[in-house]
DNA sequence: TAATTGTTGCAACTCTGTTGCATTATTGAT
DNA sequence: ATCAATAATGCAACAGAGTTGCAACAATTA
């Protein structure tokens, strides 16, 4: 609990953000987390302690993602999940219950390791795997490199 | 595009389903596009010809899916994207441009294959890299299980 | 033809996520 | 500690994706 809190404290101060307490809130949260969380579960979970609006979470999460500490995972139920990204959580796959929505993570292996691992245990039952890359196109790469230049010439 | 038309007619023939319009329409616009389409993608295309209500697409994509015709795959920004799903075209990874929003296809190489590849292009810029799988988690395959020998018994 | 069934279109709705703006809190200097 | 400058929050209103109920319509079958 406090030592989540300190956390916390610690990186905000360490990425220059100012120790609100909603962003301490939110992430204390994520730290807290076992599952990555969606803005409705932080939303939930915070209620007891804090009524924090909706769109300070969406904010704050947008700023931890700019600033590296959390990390988005989208899912084909149009909502997205966010959880705690570092290098002692690198980025891996996620499991979606398409029965109780529940996303949960999984060792960090290859799409193929990944697959035999879910195939040899009983337990699950695999629907759909999914590899999503996002980044900067040839044609918008190109287009920032031209502006760029653009920019140093004027 | 007669080619396309009536390999339409032939998947649903196949699938044991009614050759309406409007689903020959989604289909023939799933069969000659390069890239995953949106509803709104499938409703601006399908404009031009008839106006079907977007409500229908989304029936349609789902019952697609279910059938194992198409696939849908989720996107960070909320909206989800369908593709033609086949033995030809196996599930793979997508590439997401951040700036134009544009979703690519992949090859169906493995998560660390992708990233080598894409590494190695100089066009490239790869912000983040995200495994999804969906199916039944442990909990709701048992509950599923024993549903169905509940069933037997009565 | 008439009854049955399946499909579509429309309206209304929920939910996620975004934006503009006024209010309030944080920060850093005095 | 006080104050001004700046940043963050809350509120309201909005846009867009996706869903549901229901009536109208189309296809099938008897
Ligand atoms: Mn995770
Ligand atoms: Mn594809
Ligand atoms: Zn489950
Ligand atoms: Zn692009």
Redesign the interface.
């Known amino acids: 609990m406090n030592k989540k809190y300190k956390n916390a404290l610690f990186t905000l101060q360490n990425a220059g953000l100012s120790k609100t307490p909603q962003r301490i809130a939110v992430l204390t949260s994520l730290l807290e987390a076992t599952t990555p969380l969606s803005v409705r579960d932080i939303s939930q979970t915070l209620a007891a302690k804090a009524r924090i609006d909706r769109v300070t979470i969406y904010r704050i999460l947008s700023l931890f993602k700019q600033h590296g500490i959390a ?6 139920g ?1 909502t ?1 999940y966010f959880e705690m990204a570092s290098l002692e959580n690198p ?10 929505g ?1 996303l ?1 993570c ?1 060792e960090p292996l ?3 390791q ?2 035999q691992l ?1 195939s040899s ?1 009983e ?22 490199k031209l502006q760029k230049q653009q920019n140093k010439q004027v």
């Open positions: 990390r988005e995972i989208a899912s084909s149009g997205n980025v891996h796959p996620h499991f979606n219950c398409r029965n109780c529940e949960s999984m290859t799409f193929s990944s697959r879910i245990q337990d699950y039952s695999v629907d759909h795997i999914e590899i999503n890359i996002s980044g900067l196109c040839a044609v918008c790469r190109n287009a920032t």
